[in-house]
């Protein structure tokens, strides 16, 4: 005989046909399920700042030549955030023998740094990620935080922005920056300082626009001694060689209130003047052109300092005040010059003759005007225009000069080359 199979019954039926003590054994075991996983988030959510709060501070105590730690790590997953707290980078000196210390003044710090996904970009198709850095402060001290070995760092920092921000920047934020360089050996002891520094770069991966050839913007304003301070740019981000186009002013900065750097370094003080400058520069393929302007207003150097009684310093006074009356223009008593810089970023040329001829030309001829010329760009990396008469008599052919400078090395090598062998012999 076959057997009677028995309809499969529907999920409703099957609740139906449950029983009062099933129904309630059911309604506890998916209490228990759902109580357990979010019992267990709630316990990830607890535990996830800290995990990367650890994660953090391992990445920075690794740096090579730079110590950083970071206070406290905020979660905000609606939103595919974390923000970090108080984060202290310091240069790793030598004192007493010792190697590994950590400097007294940090090299950065700042109290918030906010890392999250740029919802913007998303709906263009691409996942990226946006760095907002709240009232940073960078400091520069004098033998201790070197060109070159910020420059030697660099790969170190951008290997810690990836590790930090697992997709690639789109956006960069700096809100109330300030960037200060000390002299502890001067005296006073100096700190210079830039401040109110507010940056904002986008586009840094070429998301919204890919037809562009300088896609990214970066504008950048900050404040220095009454002095405004400004720059504008167009770049591309993803280019291998840098490629941008871009211009800088900074209008009007105090140079009394500059008196104790002036003197540590110039050996000389201002009774007033202010100063301003005026730039452009463009790069593509590994060359870049442009110009700085930098002018001296309404210029009055202090002279006869009888509390010092040093001739020398008198006398050093009284040169560098006679040459700025000298040089300046009378009618709008401002020192002034103009200072092309071409090239490569590997070899940079300057222009010494020509900025000596501008500033004589400011003098006695026309006026150098206080503004931008906008005669660099893009496609255009170098002034045109005819040698001027000092360029004629002193400057030469720069291609000729340099070509003799690297012969002139390269016997000076051989010439090493030759009395170390003797030495070995």
Do not use: C
Not at 294 to 323: C, H, M, R, Y
Not at 391 to 415: C, L, Q, S, T, Y
Request: glycine share 6%; proline share 3%; no cysteine.
């Amino acid at each position: 005989m076959e057997k009677k199979q028995t309809p499969k019954m529907s999920r409703r039926e099957r609740k139906k046909a449950m029983t009062p003590e099933e129904r309630k054994k059911r309604k506890r075991k998916r209490r228990i399920i759902w109580g357990s996983i979010i019992l267990v988030l709630v316990i990830f959510r607890l535990l996830l700042p800290y995990i990367v709060l650890k994660y953090v501070n391992g990445k920075l105590e690794n740096l090579e030549e730079y110590y950083g730690h970071v206070d406290d790590i905020d979660i905000h997953l609606y939103r595919g955030a974390y923000v970090i707290k108080d984060i202290r980078i310091l240069k790793r000196v030598e004192k007493k023998g010792k190697t590994g210390e950590k400097d007294t003044i940090p090299f950065f710090k700042s109290p918030s740094i906010d890392l999250s996904i740029e919802w913007k970009a998303i709906f263009h198709g691409a996942i990226v990620g946006e760095i907002s850095v709240e009232e940073p402060v960078v400091n520069f001290v004098k033998d201790k935080h070197k060109g070159e070995d910020v420059k030697a760092d660099t790969a170190d920092f951008a290997q810690l922005v990836d590790d930090l921000m697992p997709v690639t920047i789109n956006r960069f934020d700096i809100h109330n920056g300030q960037v200060h360089y000390h002299d502890l050996g001067a005296k006073p002891k100096l700190d210079i300082a830039m401040k109110n520094i507010n940056i904002t770069a986008t586009n840094l991966t070429n998301v919204t626009d890919s037809k562009e050839l300088l896609p990214a913007t970066l504008t950048a304003s900050a404040e220095a001694y009454e002095g405004k301070f400004a720059l504008n740019a167009k770049f591309d981000g993803l280019a291998k060689k840098p490629t941008f186009d871009m211009n800088v002013s900074m209008n009007n900065l105090n140079l009394v209130l500059l008196n104790d750097m002036l003197r540590e370094y110039g050996n000389f003080d201002v009774k007033k003047g202010t100063f301003s400058m005026y730039g452009e520069f463009a790069a593509k393929q590994g060359k870049f052109g442009g110009y700085v302007k930098p002018f001296l207003k309404n210029l009055d150097i202090v002279q006869w300092n009888k509390e010092e009684g040093d001739f020398k310093q008198i006398l050093w006074e009284t040169l560098v005040a006679s040459a700025a009356e000298i040089l300046q223009n009378q009618k709008k008593e401002q020192l002034a010059t103009k200072i092309n810089i071409n090239g490569t970023f590997d070899k940079v040329h300057l222009n010494t003759w020509r900025a000596i001829s501008y500033v004589l030309r400011n003098a006695f001829l026309h006026a150098l005007k206080p503004s931008v010329d906008n005669s660099i760009s893009i496609n255009n990396l170098k002034e045109g225009g005819k040698k001027t008469f000092l360029e004629k008599v002193f400057g030469g052919n720069p291609e000729k000069k340099e070509a003799r400078k690297e012969k002139r090395e390269a016997r000076k090598e051989k010439r090493e080359a030759r009395k170390n062998e003797r030495k070995k012999k």
